[in-house]
């Protein structure tokens, strides 16, 4: 298995520019997951989708930050536009559904700085 | 918020002694994970801990959960220079779905 995965693996672009991280889950996971990691916050739940449906986008900083699963083996993230305090790592990660919370399997994140 | 704190936020220790990590959280719980990152990587899944379970073992890890305290410790025994990464504790809430809430973090260093 291939496990997650996400590209790019680094993004270095210039305050105003769009950004898209793309990220394909493991194939049968039916749960994804979007989370940013900085030094300051921590790890972050942005968004998770079960079934290709977001569930809870609580977490989406603001509306400069889009999400979205148009089928089971594909997921994006969209900064337009993008700040330098967007500079972060994220993660996708995906799962199978439980109801309850079971492992995550994380991709190698996409390291984004914004100049 | 439910974000756990592990305690330490650094350790560094020599290898083959044992090094121990908690962690607390704030609220009930269904399951504590801990998951391991090493520099520059996604995370991994370690071990899964239910709330009506209070020890679990898997090879050189030990997990203890105290849900009274709101609280749980890995211990990773003879620990090895590979060994070296953070761990974080993961909690979900009832209710809360499949999301899970991470902890800030014990950053591991194991010298030779």
């Given at each position: 298995?291939?496990?997650?995965?996400?590209?790019?693996?680094?993004?270095?672009?210039?305050?105003?520019?769009?950004?898209?991280?793309?990220?394909?889950?493991?194939?049968?996971?039916?749960?994804?997951?979007?989370?940013?990691?900085?030094?300051?916050?921590?790890?972050?739940?942005?968004?998770?989708?079960?079934?290709?449906?977001?569930?809870?986008?609580?977490?989406?900083?603001?509306?400069?930050?889009?999400?979205?699963?148009?089928?089971?083996?594909?997921?994006?993230?969209?900064?337009?536009?993008?700040?330098?305090?967007?500079?972060?790592?994220?993660?996708?990660?995906?799962s199978f559904p439980s109801g309850r919370a079971g492992e995550l399997?994380?991709?190698?994140?996409?390291?984004?700085?914004?100049? | 918020?439910?974000?756990?704190?592990?305690?330490?936020?650094?350790?560094?220790?020599?290898?083959?002694?044992?090094?121990?990590?908690?962690?607390?959280?704030?609220?009930?719980?269904?399951?504590?994970?801990?998951?391991?990152?090493?520099?520059?990587r996604g995370l991994v899944h370690l071990?899964?801990?239910?709330?009506?379970?209070?020890?679990?073992?898997?090879?050189?890890?030990?997990?203890?959960?105290?849900?009274?305290?709101?609280?749980?410790?890995?211990?990773?025994?003879?620990?090895?220079?590979?060994?070296?990464?953070?761990?974080?504790?993961?909690?979900?809430?009832?209710?809360?779905?499949?999301?899970?809430?991470?902890?800030?973090?014990?950053?591991?260093?194991?010298?030779?």
């Amino acid at each position: 298995d291939a496990g997650v995965i996400q590209s790019p693996r680094h993004e270095v672009t210039e305050m105003g520019q769009e950004v898209t991280l793309r990220c394909k889950p493991i194939s049968g996971h039916n749960s994804l997951f979007w989370y940013r990691q900085t030094m300051m916050r921590g790890l972050e739940l942005l968004i998770y989708f079960n079934n290709n449906v977001p569930i809870d986008d609580s977490g989406m900083p603001e509306d400069r930050f889009s999400a979205k699963m148009p089928n089971a083996s594909f997921s994006t993230l969209k900064i337009q536009p993008s700040e330098p305090r967007d500079s972060a790592v994220y993660f996708c990660a995906s799962s199978f559904p439980s109801g309850r919370a079971g492992e995550l399997f994380f991709g190698e994140g996409s390291r984004l700085t914004v100049l | 918020s439910q974000q756990g704190e592990e305690d330490p936020q650094a350790l560094s220790i020599q290898e083959g002694e044992n090094a121990t990590m908690n962690c607390s959280y704030k609220t009930s719980i269904n399951n504590l994970q801990w998951y391991r990152q090493n520099s520059g990587r996604g995370l991994v899944h370690l071990i899964l801990i239910r709330s009506n379970e209070r020890e679990k073992h898997s090879g050189r890890l030990r997990v203890t959960l105290d849900t009274s305290k709101k609280s749980s410790s890995l211990l990773i025994t003879a620990s090895r220079a590979a060994d070296t990464a953070s761990y974080f504790c993961a909690t979900d809430a009832p209710g809360g779905g499949n999301k899970l809430t991470f902890g800030t973090g014990t950053q591991l260093k194991v010298e030779l």
